[in-house]
């Protein structure tokens, strides 16, 4: 009677082991086995588990069940190791290599490209205007913003690094923001270190104005060495800066795209260089790095002048007469030949 047993129990470990075994080969096969499924973008949310994906993948037609999956995962032991976020599915994925994606965090990204020479209110309104990006501070003040960045003492114009960032469907405005702001701090404690000696400039922020300037001069970034050391060299003597972006600034909204003589002698602006000596009180613009250098380490030249040519380069003078000579050429000739 016991051998009885015993070879019952014996038959029914092999035919349990033969089970478990094509069991193991059947699911096996369906988590290597290309899915039948067009080329689509799969949200995680955050709070999911791997049971609540699995049948939310079967209630998308992603997989065949809503099972399978989830014993995929707790039989790797990768259960709760997925990643929230967006996920691109190819046409031929299997469930082993689409767990592997969700456990790596291989999310989709995006781009953002906060251009140099914007001021703070236009990199704003970038970052607002970037659709796939979570909006926390669309409402704040600016003071909100640098408090969050816990830089409340400073104001926003001129911290924030001009760049292309990448970003995921779950960072938010703020997350882009703090990027910048630290790349700024990190690019300008590095940048301030390879000054001349000889500079006018006292400090970081004095650099960044200086930058700020350079940056909305011109466009070229040959120039903007050449047009460094025009901006020391009056510096240097004492002399008035002169620069029409700073006005501009000043004027914020008021400005309508016509600079007038009004404008020039305006003593309330505080951005007025032409009245006001030296720097303005703060940047005017967020500059990028060509721009940092150039105020730091500017060209060094005899010029205190340079005009509009016209097509997007200056011409430099190292006189009074010189320029006047220029200006004719460029500005007062063309407009009456216009």
Known sequence: MLRLLVKILIVLAIATLLCIGVVAWYVSALWDKPLTIKEQIYSIEPGSSIRKVSRRLNEKNIMPDAYSFALLGIYNQQARQIKVGE??????????????KFVKGDVVTYKISLIEGLTFRQFRETIDNADMLQKMTTNWSDEQIMKALNSEQLYPEGQFYPDTYVFRSTDTDLDILHQAYDRMQKELEKI????????????????????????????????????????TNRLNRGMLLQTDPTIIYGLGEQFNGNLKKSHLQDKSNPYNTYVHAGLPPTPIAMPGRESLLAAVAPEQNDYYYFVARGDGSHEFSATYKSHQRAVYEYQLKRKSKG
């Open 192 to 231: 301030w270190t390879m000054r001349d000696q000889q500079t006018p400039l006292k400090s970081k922020y004095e650099a960044l104005i200086l930058a700020s300037i350079i940056e909305k001069e011109t466009g070229q970034a040959d120039e903007r060495p050449t047009i460094g050391g025009v901006f």
């Open 87 to 100: 996920y691109k599915l190819t046409a031929n994925i299997t469930p082993r290599q689409m767990l592997e």
